[in-house]
């Protein structure tokens, strides 16, 4: 009873909010969320690209090694990290099965985990990156590596409404099954609650759609009036608002520590 | 006034306004359906894939080319930046795959009010995002696990999982969360959105260039990353390879590790000073001008 209830209290709207948010912004003080996002993009560029190339299992260990521990550092919320497990095992273990049926054996059992490896690295890496950067940050470093400024301006803006449209459209939803009738059967397997449901969900989008149409001409001219169009075109302006970003000691620190950390493990792998 | 009729031009704010529009929306839509529990009956999984019908009433209605870019942004930081689920590259494929899906759907359309056409439109952008990821889902396994071919069962194995979920999502997500509430949206919106936005609606006269297909920048960076991946795993199946061993293997056994890592840092290297130059050119020349 009291897990229904836990679960429930996690699929309300505000809690939702909340998460969001805590996302967001709940982990700055982490040792990765201080470096510079340059850093960040750098060691992504190198962590999110080679495990494709590698087929030698002890040095995707070794890398997933430290990407387990760098999670563990960056105080990844356990929820995503759940999710992730889930999707990599579903996708792994389905195509075992299916392999199975066509006529594999064990020997499809390593090929597939070691590509369940090479995945893991990779997406545990990208988490690392994008979860310990605040928006401000990574929209700061996007602008600072050449993104045009509207792509940054749409992820602070993204931040800013969703929780207002989520709640307008959690106002319309509950409107339209205030005023709508509710199927009286559930139907086999509840189906036909399914399908009103996904007809409300469907539905409440048209108001949505005007209202936010208004919203957008809104937002547009308030953006015009401040001048941000001038903003996104010229580079004095992007020097004087990105004059934080600089490159410190703990970057150089955090680098060096993984090219030596990669090193490491190809001579252990090849010693061995 | 005539002249005006010809091309379908929108200026610089009204760009904007469709593509915020769009982010917004299908954001929010995208957020939604993560949320939502899927429904497994085996290997038939009755997701709620996306609410595709959203880009695609904005595709139809306005310019497609922002709505489209808008709503593939949208996707990647509404739908996955904000819930933590950001994957780095593998979003550059579902950006290109998605916009340019959307892009075709919406000038397929020339007469928003004709049912056949907005259906035809609809149908087709989800197939062709759909054909586009599972080609890419392929190839990830194909790249991702060595001797490919070696592996019993394992080429069906994933051709059936991907033919399957594409078949799967084309049916179901595809005619009840695209064609028919686009079927439903568009005639219901047409001429009552575009005025909001203080712009004309699009009828059938006009036309648009279609050079400005969805960043050609973006599509030559993902087939030039294409053939490098292919390009690196040919070289590390073939004879490069092989040389290697052939001179260390008593004492290091397989070494072609090291050229694979210091070719990605290098890549890495480069791409940074590269990036770095070509802002400082692009700086200087703005200057300039």
């Known amino acids: 009873m009291e897990y229904t209830r836990k679960f429930t209290d996690k699929l309300s709207v505000e809690q939702m909010k909340i998460e969001l948010l805590n996302t967001a912004y709940g982990n700055g003080d982490t040792l990765l969320a201080k470096l510079d996002p340059r850093t960040l993009f750098i060691w992504y560029l190198f962590f999110g690209i080679t495990p494709w190339f590698i087929h030698q299992e002890p040095i995707l260990i070794g890398m997933f090694a430290f990407m387990v521990v760098l999670t563990y550092f960056a105080k990844v919320s356990p929820l995503i990290v759940f999710i992730l497990c889930m999707g990599l095992l579903g996708q792994g273990g389905y195509l075992l099965i299916v392999s199975l049926f066509f006529g594999g054996d064990a020997a499809v059992i390593l090929p597939l985990l070691t590509l369940t490896l090479k995945l893991s690295v990779i997406s545990l890496a990208s988490i690392v990156v994008f979860c310990s950067m605040t928006p401000e940050k990574l929209s700061d470093g996007l602008l600072k590596i050449g993104v045009p400024g509207q792509v940054s301006f749409s992820i602070a803006y993204g931040y800013r409404m969703l929780p207002t449209l989520l709640e307008e459209y959690h106002h319309v939803f509950l409107s339209f099954r205030l005023r709508g009738k509710a199927p009286s059967k559930r139907g086999f397997l509840y189906w036909r609650a399914i399908v009103y449901f996904c007809k409300i969900a469907i539905l409440s989008f048209y108001p949505l759609l005007l209202s936010m149409t208004k919203r957008a001409r809104t937002t547009v001219e308030a953006l015009e009036t401040k001048g941000s169009f001038y903003g996104f075109n010229h580079p004095q302006v992007k020097k004087l608002k990105l004059a934080h970003l600089k490159l410190r000691k703990r970057d150089v620190y955090f680098l060096t520590f993984s090219v030596v950390y990669m090193v490491a493990v190809c001579l252990v792998e090849i010693l061995l | ?289």
């Open chain 2, 1 to 289: 006034m005539s002249i005006r009729k010809e091309r379908y031009t929108l200026t610089q704010s009204q760009k904007m306004m469709v593509f915020i529009l769009s982010m917004s929306l299908y954001g929010l839509s995208n957020m939604i359906t993560e949320l939502v529990p899927e429904f497994q009956f085996g290997p038939i999984e009755l997701s709620i894939e996306y609410f595709a019908f959203i880009p695609l009433t904005l595709c139809i209605l306005f310019h497609p080319l922002y709505a489209a870019i808008g709503a593939s942004l949208g996707e990647i930081i509404f739908g996955e930046l904000m819930l933590g689920q950001f994957g780095g590259f593998g979003e550059l494929e579902k950006f290109i795959a998605f916009s340019l899906a959307m892009y075709i759907a919406g000038i397929l359309v020339r007469n928003p009010k004709s049912k056949g056409q907005v259906g035809v439109a609809a149908m087709t952008g989800v197939i062709i995002h759909q054909a586009i990821s599972a080609m890419v889902d392929m190839m990830k396994v194909w790249v991702g696990v060595e001797e490919f071919e070696a592996v019993p069962g394992l080429a069906e194995s994933v051709l059936a999982v991907e033919g399957f979920s594409f078949l799967n999502d084309v049916l179901f997500s595809g005619i009840l969360f695209a064609l028919l509430p686009t079927l439903y949206l568009v005639p219901r919106l047409y001429g009552k959105i575009e005025p909001l936005l203080g712009m004309k609606p699009r009828d059938n006269k006009m036309s648009y260039s279609i050079g400005a297909i969805v960043g050609p920048r973006l599509v030559a960076g993902g087939i030039v990353l294409a053939i490098a991946a292919f390009f690196f795993e040919y070289l590390s199946e073939s004879g490069f390879n092989w040389e290697w061993e052939a001179d260390f293997l008593a004492m290091f056994g397989d070494n072609f590790i090291w050229v694979s890592i210091a070719v990605a840092a290098i890549t890495a290297l480069f791409t940074v000073i590269w990036m770095r130059k070509r802002k400082n050119d692009q700086g200087q020349q703005e200057r300039v001008s």
